[in-house]
């Protein structure tokens, strides 16, 4: 609905989504399948009711609230090497947010926003690879606090936004003696952080080399903490989270060469993180460095992209995924050292 200065908006839907998966386990006889060991069927179904409210007033005040009803239903079935099934209703959840931003001029905005969220448990969190279901997971849901300011001028932009998130029944993976994923419910987590960004336009140099350059960086601080979590009798209340680097920052910048070259060379800093529960074991910050050259090659009507890069120039040792929580310390899957890589796609 338009009015003079105000513009009204309203969206309202729902949706109805259902997924079925079969998990078999067998013994595996060096790529061949042996004796059965767990045969399971789940399937989940999930309703998602929403109204959706937008406000425009001068175009200079946004407004959006939103209500939303979300059902999930969990129902499972074995059949190997045991015969059993049950359901799992979790609880009905009203979803409410609202967000509000403000055009302070031509280049200047701020917002800021409210809202309650909620995740249920996924096929792969209910049945991991431990071969058992996991049928006392409650879903996640918390409220998350944000504000942020946006800066656009003259092609560049900067934006800054800080959140404070308080997390119920955060779901956590673990590992059992044998290697295999777990997962349970840990209490309550305070996810607090600041995130930057900024990016320059390209800049145009009259050069017979470098004919443009532009530049990125982004970065963030967190301060992620468990609020209450116990297991028996240890407290991991107030340690941090595990896998969560408390700072990081990643820069990267491009050139344009020859009127027909890219080139990017970028840098990624991750800091120390802990790597359980307990904050017993820690990883060492690390580095990786990229670098990336490409070039387009006009033939008749088509193009051809060909491209070439180098992954991790510093031979840094880390890892691109570690096992949180495993067994016997067996936190550790190595990335690649240095390596190339390159490429071409041909468009007609």
Do not use: C
């Amino acid at each position: 609905k338009q009015f003079e200065h105000t513009e009204w908006n309203t969206r309202f839907g729902s949706e109805l989504g259902t997924n079925k998966t079969d998990f078999k386990n067998y013994d595996n006889n060096k790529g061949v399948i042996g004796n059965p060991h767990k045969f399971d069927e789940l399937q989940t179904s999930a309703s998602y009711h929403y109204i959706v409210q937008h406000i425009s007033l001068h175009n200079k005040w946004f407004l959006d609230a939103a209500l939303s009803l979300q059902t999930q239903q969990l129902s499972w079935e074995t059949t190997q090497p045991l015969t059993e099934k049950g359901t799992r209703n979790f609880k009905t959840q009203w979803l409410p947010q609202i967000g509000m931003s403000y055009k302070l001029n031509a280049t200047w905005s701020i917002r800021g926003k409210i809202a309650k969220g909620i995740s249920a448990p996924t096929t792969e969190e209910v049945r991991s690879s431990n071969q058992e279901i996991q049928n006392n997971l409650n879903a996640e849901s918390g409220w998350n606090k944000e504000i942020g300011v946006r800066k656009q001028f003259r092609g560049h932009s900067l934006e800054i936004t800080a959140f404070d998130y308080h997390l119920k029944d955060a779901i956590v993976r673990r590992q059992d003696e044998n290697g295999n994923d777990y997962f349970i419910n840990a209490g309550g987590t305070n996810q607090k952080g600041l995130e930057i960004s900024i990016e320059s336009k390209r800049f145009q140099i009259n050069n017979f080399i470098i004919n443009g350059i532009n530049f990125l960086l982004t970065g963030h601080i967190y301060d992620f903490k468990y609020e209450a979590y116990q297991v028996g009798s240890t407290s991991f209340s107030n340690n941090q989270l595990p896998g969560i680097s408390k700072f990081s920052v990643q820069g990267m910048i491009n050139f344009r060469m020859f009127n027909k070259i890219d080139f990017s060379y970028s840098n990624y800093f991750n800091s120390n993180s802990f790597l359980n529960d307990a904050n017993t074991v820690k990883e060492t910050g690390y580095v990786i460095g990229n670098v990336n050259v490409g070039t387009d090659v006009i033939i008749k009507n088509s193009r051809l992209n060909l491209y070439l890069g180098i992954n991790n120039v510093y031979n840094a040792k880390y890892s691109a995924g570690y096992d949180l929580n495993a067994f016997g310390n067996r936190f550790y899957n190595p990335a690649p050292n240095t390596n190339l890589f390159f490429g071409m796609k041909f468009q007609l």
